[in-house]
């Protein structure tokens, strides 16, 4: 435990440490309890046990201040914990975080949650709507929410059960609400989609919301998933009429002969590395045309000018330190991108010295050249430095940009690693500025948790954990204070705003932001 006491040394000289106790500011104003029972079929695995000796390091590295103690919340000065909602009438994984106006919707394995976020102090609970399928990641766009299915179901109603993929009856794709009245979201339409959707990204216009649909693992038993389904399903959605939503087409992103398509063939040729069978997730940034996808074993780079016919410019790899190409971010700029690596799938204990600095990490790349001819140019990894216990899982996920003029910063959440603010303005060396993060949620088992998404809305940041709720931060920071006066109307994190282009005055005045002081 030698490598925990020097980085926790490492973390108090650097940044001043205030401790809270867990549940401090917590806040529950729940809506009506839901009508039905989630469905068992879409709860993570067990806890794995660990070994004795495991165990007691854990504990030992607790009583000697090396790591936060089960459950207690630990932050940087420049932190401020305001709230902790806890799960209410939902008990699965919290997942993606979506706002519009003084709304947050949170997603669940369960279905998905509204939070009136107009007292950031004590966001009150508006909706939750009962609509079980792993992993519910969430969308808004004007008067319509989106919500990803990806697990096998009966059929596509938010009363189905698990059914296995093999069956040719079984359902997975994307649902979609209307949500103009926002505190009874109503169900409009579904529309099935190969593999299902894992994740998606929203490309909107004026008439119609395309829909980016990522999802992966085909097997020729799975009658709808395929191989090689090396592309993305496109469904574009009339706002008027999004009952008439559909597949319009299934771009192939990456072409090649035979079964295996031509993306990243993973192990044996590249040992550790996922093959590529379709993409994890997709950022669109429409004011430049351009859309990073984050491809299990790929990078790509892609013009969506088309936004029906996106068309990959560059791909990149990364077969020693990547294994799992996981989610993308522009910089403001869209000079940058930090691309996600999630070693283990989200469910191991990867922030350790075992593991090292450069695995389970951000991999920065500057984008280089004009138009079609851009490419992709790696720069330097980012990690946090706090390593976490062994029954803890911890690696790169899910972030957003702070909007900063002439700064590259972002806050992005490591699952019980909690989340980091990072500076990487020098592509070649990221620094953390901030962090705020809970100790192990056991310390006999690897039990997954912690913030599966951490974002930054209208002056504070939000994050969604997996099983202690959603939490609300402020941040007070001279290289980060001016974001505080940047409004948005909308934000989806994988759809990137031009944060300043797109920044509505008029919305800043309308905006109920009460005195956090």
Not at 49 to 65: D, K, L, M, N, Y
Not at 356 to 366: K, Q, V
Request: charged share 25%; aromatic share 8%.
């Amino acid at each position: 435990m030698t490598s925990l006491r020097t980085t926790h040394a490492r973390r108090r000289r650097r940044l001043a440490v205030a401790t809270a106790a867990a549940g401090l500011l917590a806040t529950l104003l729940t809506a009506g309890p839901a009508a039905a029972t989630p469905d068992p079929g879409d709860v993570p695995a067990a806890p794995e046990s660990v070994s004795a000796q495991t165990e007691a390091e854990v504990r030992a590295a607790i009583r000697s201040g090396e790591i936060p103690g089960v459950d207690q919340v630990v932050h940087s000065a420049n932190i401020t914990h305001l709230a902790n909602v806890p799960h209410d009438a939902f008990t699965g994984i919290n997942s993606d975080l979506a706002f519009q106006g003084k709304y947050a919707f949170s997603g669940n394995y369960d279905g998905f949650r509204v939070f009136d976020i107009s007292n950031p102090k004590a966001p009150v609970t508006v909706a939750q709507v009962l609509c079980p399928g792993a992993q519910n990641d969430v969308s808004v766009s004007g008067d319509l929410l989106f919500l990803s299915t990806d697990s096998s179901r009966s059929d596509s109603s938010c009363s189905s059960t698990s059914q296995p993929a093999t069956e040719k009856s079984s359902w997975e794709g994307m649902k979609i609400f209307d949500i103009s009245d926002v505190r009874n979201p109503r169900y409009v339409a579904a529309v099935e989609t190969a593999c299902g959707s894992h994740t998606h990204t929203l490309v909107p216009e004026r008439r119609n919301v395309y829909v980016y649909v990522s999802s992966y693992a085909p097997s020729a038993a799975f009658p709808d998933c395929q191989p090689p389904h090396d592309g993305i399903s496109i469904i574009k959605v009339p706002r008027k009429a999004p009952e008439k939503a559909a597949v319009v087409t299934f771009p192939v992103l990456f072409p090649g002969e035979g079964p295996d398509g031509g993306g990243n063939p993973g192990g044996p040729t590249n040992p550790g590395v996922s093959k590529t069978t379709g993409c994890h997730d997709i950022t669109v940034l429409p004011s430049k045309n351009l859309a990073a996808g984050a491809c299990m074993g790929d990078g790509i780079l892609m013009n969506i000018e088309d936004p029906e016919n996106p068309k990959v410019i560059d791909r990149v790899q990364d077969n020693v330190n990547f294994a799992f190409w996981h989610s993308a971010t522009f910089n403001q700029k869209a000079n940058k991108v930090v691309f996600t690596d999630e070693l283990g799938g989200g469910v191991g204990a990867t922030c350790n010295e075992r593991t090292g600095p450069n695995r389970g990490a951000d991999g920065i790349y500057d984008v280089v050249g004009k138009g079609d001819q851009r490419k992709l140019v790696f720069r330097s990894y980012f990690k946090i430095d706090r390593h976490q216990a062994d029954t803890e899982n911890c690696v790169a996920h899910n972030g957003s940009l702070i909007p900063v003029k002439g700064r590259d910063i972002m806050v992005q959440a490591w699952y019980q690693g909690g989340l980091s603010v990072w500076d990487f303005t020098d592509s070649a060396k990221p620094r953390e500025i901030a962090y705020f993060e809970r100790g192990p949620l056991t310390t006999d088992k690897l039990t997954t948790g912690g913030s599966w998404s951490a974002y930054y809305y209208n002056g504070h940041i939000y994050s969604n954990d997996e099983r202690k709720g959603f939490d609300v931060l402020r941040l007070d920071d001279r290289r980060t204070d001016a974001a505080k006066r940047v409004r948005m109307h909308e934000l989806n994190v994988q759809t990137q705003p031009d944060y300043f282009d797109d920044y509505d005055d008029d919305y800043d005045d309308d905006y109920d932001d009460e005195d956090d002081d």
